[in-house]
């Protein structure tokens, strides 16, 4: 009798060893399952939070700030520079070299582009710079809630928030104005920036397309900003 022919791509076991597993057998339930979204959760949130705690103690963060500082004066020097036919978009792309992603634009010498980028970007760096200001000035103030007096500016701890004493005026100041602007404040930064960032690739960057919408939104957020900082005025 002759045996039976071996399926292909099979080779017959040896006597007493045990069977090879199959393709569909069942994964080791010893080892950790891997993939999308089966890592612990531990990780993610705690970077998260390491984000949100550290990003005020970054470069980039004081970078931002530093350009929303010199716009103003640098947008007030190019206009007179650009209607002289001066390097003015080459100046408003060397600022612009302090925020990512803008580095590898054109330099524009200048011309009409660079005089209404200065002119439309304007009323934004004026109510970024004020923004911006009040904001880091809380935090100081915030911080160091006993020094106030150093500034012309009196405790009265006894009808302050945590008062009547100096310590717990201090602590209340401290952790809800402080420290909440303290980690609000690069965020607000950031989108500041990126706008005033975007404003600049659309109008003097040539991008006509997103031009339009980029200069309403950036006079939108001027305008409520503006419109917000009255009362901030009015309370000084």
Same mark, same amino acid.
């Given at each position: ?14 006597p ?18 891997t993939g999308p979204g089966?890592g ?5 949130s705690?970077?998260?939070l390491?984000?949100v705690?550290?990003?005020?103690f970054?470069?980039r963060?004081?970078?931002? #700030?530093?350009?929303?500082?010199? *716009? ?8 007179? +520079? *650009?209607?002289a036919?001066?390097?003015?978009g080459? +100046? ?5 070299r +302090?925020?990512?992603? =803008?580095a590898?634009? @054109?330099?524009? @010498?200048?011309g ?14 004026v109510?970024?710079?004020?923004a ?6 809380l935090?100081? +103030? ?8 150093? #500034?012309?500016?009196?405790l ?6 945590g008062?009547?004493?100096v &310590? ?5 100041h401290?952790?809800g104005?402080?420290?909440?602007f303290?980690?609000?404040? @690069? ?7 990126? &706008? ?7 109008v ?7 031009a ?10 001027a ?6 900082? =009255?009362?901030? #005025?009015?309370? &000084?």
């Amino acid at each position: 009798m002759t045996s039976a022919p071996t399926p292909p791509n099979s080779s017959p076991s040896a006597p007493g060893s045990p069977p090879s597993p199959s393709p569909s057998a069942e994964p080791d339930a010893s080892r950790p399952p891997t993939g999308p979204g089966t890592g612990p959760a531990g990780p993610s949130s705690g970077s998260r939070l390491a984000l949100v705690l550290g990003e005020p103690f970054r470069a980039r963060t004081w970078r931002r #700030v530093a350009h929303i500082l010199l *716009a103003v004066p640098v947008g007030l020097v190019s206009l007179p +520079l *650009a209607a002289a036919g001066g390097p003015a978009g080459r +100046l408003q792309y060397g600022l612009a070299r +302090l925020l990512p992603g =803008v580095a590898g634009g @054109p330099r524009t @010498p200048g011309g009409p582009r660079a005089f209404a980028h200065a002119l439309l970007a304007l009323p934004l760096n004026v109510v970024a710079l004020m923004a911006t200001c009040y904001g880091w000035a809380l935090v100081l +103030l915030n911080l160091a809630w006993p020094l106030r007096p150093l #500034v012309g500016m009196p405790l009265h701890a006894e009808r302050s928030w945590g008062g009547p004493s100096v &310590l717990g005026a201090w602590l209340v100041h401290a952790a809800g104005g402080g420290v909440t602007f303290l980690l609000a404040m @690069p965020w607000i930064c950031r989108g500041l920036a990126a &706008l005033q960032a975007r404003l600049l690739t659309s109008v003097l960057g040539g991008r006509g397309g997103a031009a339009g919408t980029t200069v309403v939104l950036a006079l939108l957020v001027a305008g409520g900003g503006a419109v917000l900082a =009255v009362p901030v #005025v009015h309370q &000084l």
